[in-house]
């Protein structure tokens, strides 16, 4: 079973207001993901991470940045939350090699008013 | 690029039904992984098709995988309402690639 943990689970925070999602993972895999997803549609990958240090941005543009200080933990941040931002993210993890399947946290989903 | 598509966006179907899912992908993908999502939550892995011609199943639900197709389907058998779920499949995460997902194809069974 994946051990990846993501809080808060939810969060209600008003326009302007800097955070931080917090993302962490027991199973020392090196890579790390952010994907971002409004309810029921796909998933779009914002951030990702190859290792400690390494950081780069996905497919979908985001406002959001990223760190990778520590293996196990990948921290999400905004510095200006915006109601645009609304929506579920999801960090990811997984091995560097075979069968380089992802295992996801539980999510959090963000409500900007 | 890899680009990934899934047929039908929307399924409703009815309980003790068969129906197939389909996911074909653009470029080379030697692997094909289907998760499951339901609504509200994260995303739960079924399946991780690593070869031409895999096939796995699990209770109702048998994935298989053509490379040279590039196509892989979800089949359900017999359909439970407890299926009900938005099914995604990803392909890529090798030579260098991040995952691809499709769009999810969102079933609901009827009793």
């Known amino acids: 079973e994946a051990d990846i943990y993501q809080t808060p689970r939810y969060l209600v925070i008003g326009t302007g207001k800097k955070i931080t999602l917090e993302c962490s993972q027991t199973?020392?895999?090196?890579?790390m993901y952010w994907y971002q997803q409004d309810p029921g549609m796909e998933l779009h990958l914002i951030h990702y991470?190859?290792?400690?240090?390494?950081?780069e941005k996905g497919d979908l543009s985001s406002e959001s940045t990223v760190s990778r200080i520590r293996t196990e933990h990948f921290p999400l941040t905004l510095e200006s939350a915006r109601p645009s931002h609304t929506s579920q993210y999801l960090c990811?993890?997984?091995?560097?090699?075979?069968?380089?399947?992802?295992?996801f946290g539980p999510g959090t989903r963000l409500t900007v008013t | 690029e890899l680009k990934v598509e899934q047929n039908p966006l929307f399924l409703s179907m009815q309980e003790g039904k068969n129906y197939t899912i389909y996911c074909n992908y653009s470029?080379?993908?030697?692997?094909l992984y289907w998760y499951r999502q339901d609504p509200g939550k994260s995303l739960e892995s079924l399946f991780v098709?690593?070869?031409?011609?895999a096939v796995k199943q699990e209770g109702r639900l048998m994935a298989s995988l053509d490379t040279k197709a590039r196509l892989s389907t979800l089949h359900i058998t017999a359909a439970v309402h407890d299926l009900s779920a938005t099914y995604f499949c990803?392909?890529?995460?090798?030579?260098?690639?991040?995952?691809?997902f499709g769009p999810g194809t969102r079933l609901s069974v009827l009793p």
């Open positions: 199973m020392g895999h090196d890579k």
């Open positions: 098709l690593l070869s031409n011609g």
């Open positions: 991470s190859y290792g400690v240090n390494s950081t």
């Open positions: 990803a392909a890529g995460g090798n030579y260098g690639q991040n995952f691809v």
């Open positions: 990811a993890s997984s091995e560097e090699g075979e069968p380089y399947e992802q295992y």
């Open positions: 470029t080379t993908s030697d692997r």
